[in-house]
């Protein structure tokens, strides 16, 4: 009797451990199915591989060409958009009619573009076609509302067509404050839930470093670094290009007469004019014209002449663009020459140029879908927006070159205004904002210039 007692627990042992390893390979088996299953969705039209929700602010798109006749957003609060990147299956096709997106309250948000690779969106292309063998990634974009703060980043997508059958599929975003993924940037078996750029790790806080008690200089010593410094602040000041560089470098610039001269070293960083004479003029212009000389203590005389068609007739309206100045440009400029030996900018005749001058806030986002300007960089393409009385820019671009052939930003600071010829170095920023180092040159003038007709 024992020994049968002992074979049956012996027996019942092996039989649970079996089934214990059983259940969890099945369970390994059953995650990673999961795992697989939700990097992609199946839907009418093909297979869903992304999709991202942004907050309204951060990087917001743009849609070319849309109508003057399409209405308002009604969505006013709770801003957000949201993008869905799919591959469709052969043979079939995609337009801006096809889907709509559902949130828990039932409400319809419409598709705004579809965006074919990596391109624009663009309302005069809303539809497109598959062939038999296509891999081409196409992505849709939508404005939608924010969910609650207690509730899931989670939309319907919901299929316009079909009106006898459901076919709504439900889509969970993940939510980013940077550039939407590029479909180029999409792995095949695509990344629903997966955020393919999170945000770094907030770095841990370092140890407070032991305070080391500084010996005080003797008074000899202070005395000799003062007279060092008082030397330097004085070579500074005198500093100056060693001639007028401007008919050296332009030989051109004979014919033009001077409007403006701006020595921001004499005026101490703000806009007070050495030479202003717009009001000895009442003449139709021909070109406008602005030569900007900018030297660090250490470096080499930087300089740029760029001219072009006139973009005003108003000659109030050349100069800096404060406020007082009432001076508002946001266009393509015609004609546009530039002559520079900075390296990285483009010299020759007729360049594809815009300015940006204004005295208003700005912000980055491509409001006259410049060409070759992007949402979420400080460049060619940027927003006004209130105050009018705000941050200032004055900026020219060579928008097909993606260059800033100069900028000068935030006057009223001073010293720490924006300056700068060829773009900035900061990633995100050629246009210099937020650069705040006008205070690091010696040499900071700019003059603008005009013939007649």
Known sequence: MRKILKTFLISSLILAAGMNVFCQETGKKDSEKEKKKTTSIRFHSGTILAAELMPEGFFNPVVLNVSSFEPPSRITTDVAFATITVKLDPNRSLSVYDYSLMNKKKDEFKCMGISDGDGRYDAQKWEFTTGSKSDKLYTLLFKVQLPSFNEKNEYVLHFNLNKAKSEDVLVPFVRITR?????????????????????PAPEPPKPAEPEVAKEEPKKEEKKEEKKEEKKSAEAAKKEEPAKDTLAVNVPDSKKYTLIYDLDLVKSEGSVKYQVDDH??????LSRIAYYVELKTETGDLQWVFVSMNPFTDDLSKIGVPTYESKAKFQQLVDKMTVISKVKGLTNGKDLKGNIE???NNYREKNAKAVPNAYDGEYDAGDEMYEPEKGYGSMQIHNYNDRETIFAFNHWTEGNNADLGIGNSPEKGKPDWTF???????????????????
């Open 179 to 199: 550039n939407f993924t590029p479909a180029s940037k999409v792995p095949a078996e695509g990344i629903i839930g997966i955020d393919p750029e999170p945000p």
């Open 279 to 284: 009001k000895k003029y009442n003449k139709k």
């Open 357 to 359: 001058f204004w005295p």
């Open 435 to 453: 650069a705040k180092n006008a205070g690091t040159y010696t040499v900071k003038r700019i003059r603008v210039l005009a013939t007649f007709k």
